[in-house]
């Protein structure tokens, strides 16, 4: 990850934060824990027994490949190449609400700020962020969101009455 | 009719705020238009030619007087004084400035009243039948359903970035009034054997430049599973589909490219996983949405009918606009009154704030408050006792808005085309005004009959050319304007495309081209009571390209 990303979670900003996306030049040095992506990972968790896996979802990778494995993975990161390519959101979804995960589940690439409510909602819990007005409201703890839903997510909700599809929350999840 | 309550109005306060929030940065340049158009247009503004322009949502067409008098007052203070109902059973503005669009919305919500996904690639305002809960052939309002589905969409935290715009429309008649085969989600609401509610559903329908006819996945869908199933489409959608080329990315192309049989079954099996989730509705909630849409209490008037034919012996207009715009309601001494926005050589849909007041003082006084825009760019007021119609056409005449030419040649659907739109290469507005004045006269309407033309300016075509009975498409060749006519199209419960008939016309020779059709049509019919669509369907295109291009012409 660039110098210019911060990790942000619902208690604010991380600065131990360890994980490194592994590329072709990239490698997680002494003290780093490596995300690889889906075909790598499912190629060397055959092979080991370890645990703690870091895992980087593409948006055309199907989300149930990693159904058999989810107690040796401890982070889940959705890619989002552009922001209007909606298939992360699914992919969350899915991921909390199909296969049951609950380790960390992160949004990485084109993070705006007036997605982020929307991703807390199905399901990420941490967002790798560079986008200056994003990192700035971020940091005022300044989310766009809608408490009012009309519609139950991968998230636990609170009903919000009236009827059932309806729930009610904070500015953000 | 659908009334907020606290929780609704809570949530389009905080959408408005939010999107003023979104407004403030772009201006300051916080945030890029790249960034703030998928935001903008999820709240219904779009860059058009000239300006921005607003489409603000009106669910399922259904509108009160209040309502309606906030339309006329948006249009008046924000606006030219004029506002445009679209096919998709919207109003546009096309002159808004977009500071001002932050309090437009603030000023809509006051009214109950949002433009939440106009636009943008995310769940469209929901459609439905304009004659919903008057029709005589209705088996159930469809519009509960709709609000249901309304409620559900708003706002989806998954379903916000699809690949693509995504349409549902609902029918409750068998009489398909809502084109729901060129939707990309058609429910068709209907009772099975045993008298329960459920819907067939169609997918992969749309126009555009793929034109396709949706395909039944569903004969019989029980009304509980309405939004487990739904999330079902909408989620194998938006995970498959195309997002490499966004003319191929609506449902309708991954129906075509992974066939109806694969996408049906990858949609069961999504449907099966999720069927009893939280999303599986409650009787009594469906219940009490249905209650909100319970028609008004229609007391008998049975002294109408003798008032009525009175009237029509006095009044000889009056006569053949009552024939030509009203329908039978299920009530026999009422009726279903089509407000005609198609003035003989006027735009297709535009309603001045002075007009739009007018249909709402008709509506409060005589109509039970009830009103409705059709797709086909109509103002309906679904429930009138015969015994008012004549006060209720007086009232519209003298605003020009008692044109009787319902489902006749010159209620003719058109887009905006390149008066205002950015995407059209032909200017659609003058050639439907020169259409209708070639055929305004009352009695050669009459004469022809039932005849849809639709026009539109672009392949996008938002003006439903391929289901008109004549479809009319703007096409640009070396730098001037062509129109390419289809024929035997249709967007009821017999849909069809139709079929590029040959080389285009100029726009001066268009009418002419359109004329010739007509003339074919009338030499040819069997009987007076054969529409030209049905005409069409027994001939085939031949006679009509004989007549347009001779003996030998080939088609190009």
């Known amino acids: 990850m660039d110098k210019m990303t911060k990790i942000w979670n619902q208690s604010g900003f991380l600065d131990n934060d360890t994980w490194v996306i592994e590329t072709e030049e990239v490698r997680a040095g002494e003290g780093e824990r490596a995300i690889v992506g889906l075909e790598t990972f499912l190629d060397t968790v055959e092979h080991s027994n370890e645990s703690g896996f870091g895992v980087l979802l593409r948006p055309a990778d199907d989300v149930a490949r990693l159904a058999p494995h989810l107690d040796r993975i401890a982070l889940v990161a959705i890619s989002f190449p552009a922001f209007s390519d909606g298939r992360g959101f699914s992919h969350a979804t899915l991921l909390r609400q199909r296969l049951g995960f609950t380790g960390e589940v992160r949004a990485v690439g084109d993070v705006l700020i007036d997605q982020v409510p929307l991703m807390l909602r199905t399901g990420f819990t941490s967002f790798a962020v560079s986008n200056p007005v994003a990192l700035a409201r971020l940091a005022e703890n300044r989310l766009p969101g809608i408490a009012e839903r009309y519609q139950p997510s991968a998230v636990p909700s609170t009903e919000a009455g009236g009827f059932s599809w309806r729930r009610i929350g904070g500015r953000g999840a | 009719m659908y009334r907020y309550d606290e929780f609704d109005h809570a949530f389009v306060s905080a959408r408005v705020e939010q999107f003023r929030d979104q407004v403030t940065r772009r201006l300051s340049g916080e945030i890029a238009e790249d960034a703030f ?99 005589a052939d209705e088996v159930a309002d469809p519009r509960p359903y709709a609000e249901i589905l309304r409620q559900w969409s708003s706002v989806h935290p998954e379903f916000s970035f699809l690949p693509r715009k995504f349409k549902i429309a609902v029918t409750g008649a068998p009489r398909d009034r809502a084109a729901i085969q060129v939707h990309d989600i058609g429910l068709h609401l209907k009772k099975n054997e045993a008298g329960e509610l459920g819907f067939a559903v169609y997918v992969g329908g749309g126009q555009g430049r793929t034109p396709l006819v949706a395909k039944l996945i569903r004969d019989f869908l029980p009304e509980e599973d309405l939004l487990t199933y739904v999330t079902a489409i909408v989620r194998v959608y938006n995970l498959h589909g195309r997002r490499d080329n966004k003319y191929k990315a609506r449902i309708k192309i991954l129906v075509h490219e992974t066939g109806v049989e694969e996408v049906t079954r990858q949609v069961e099996a999504e449907f099966q996983q999720i069927r009893e989730s939280e999303l599986k509705l409650p009787e009594g909630d469906i219940r009490a949405i249905e209650t909100y849409f319970a028609p008004p209490a229609l007391p008998d008037r049975a002294d109408g009918w003798e008032a009525l034919a009175r009237a029509k012996k006095a009044d000889g207009a009056f006569a053949s606009w009552a024939a030509q715009n009203v329908q039978p309601h299920r009530h026999p001494d009422y009726g279903m009154v089509t407000i005609s926005l198609k003035p003989i050589g006027g735009t297709p849909g535009d309603a001045s704030d002075v007009q739009m007041e007018v249909v709402a003082d008709v509506a409060e006084r005589l109509a039970f408050d009830e009103i409705r825009v059709s797709h086909e760019q109509n103002l309906i007021l679904p429930h009138v006792a015969l015994g008012d119609l004549y006060a209720v056409y007086q009232a519209l005449e003298t605003s020009g808005l008692a044109t009787a030419n319902a489902g006749l040649i010159t209620d003719i659907i058109a887009c905006p085309g390149l008066d205002y739109c950015a995407l059209a290469n032909a200017r659609s507005i003058p050639v439907a005004q020169e259409i209708s004045t070639r055929f305004g006269s009352p009695e050669r309407q009459a004469e022809i009959g039932e005849l849809k033309i639709k026009i539109s300016g672009c392949i996008n075509a938002c003006g439903h050319h391929h289901v008109g009975h004549i479809g009319l498409l703007g096409v640009e060749k070396k730098g001037a304007e062509l129109y390419q006519i289809t024929l035997g199209g249709s967007g009821d419960e017999n849909t069809s495309i139709g079929e590029i008939i040959g080389r285009g016309f100029e726009p001066e020779r268009v009418t002419d081209a359109i004329e010739t059709i007509v003339d074919t049509y009338l030499g040819l019919r069997l009987e007076p009571k054969e529409t030209f669509i049905d005409a069409y369907r027994r001939v085939g295109p031949k006679p009509f390209k004989e007549a347009l291009y001779g003996q030998t012409a080939e088609a190009a």
């Open chain 2, 37 to 135: 158009r998928p935001l903008r247009l999820m709240n219904g503004v779009y860059l058009q030619l000239h300006a921005y322009m607003l489409r603000v949502a009106i669910p399922y067409g259904t509108l009160n007087s209040k309502q309606m008098r906030m339309l006329a007052h948006i249009a008046r203070r924000y606006d030219r004084g004029y506002g445009h109902f679209t096919t998709r059973q919207n109003i546009q503005y096309n002159w808004p400035k977009l500071s001002d669009t932050p309090d437009i919305l603030a000023e809509l919500a006051s009214v109950e009243m949002h433009a939440i996904q106009t636009s943008g690639n995310c769940i469209r305002n929901v459609t439905a039948d304009h004659f919903a809960g008057a029709a």
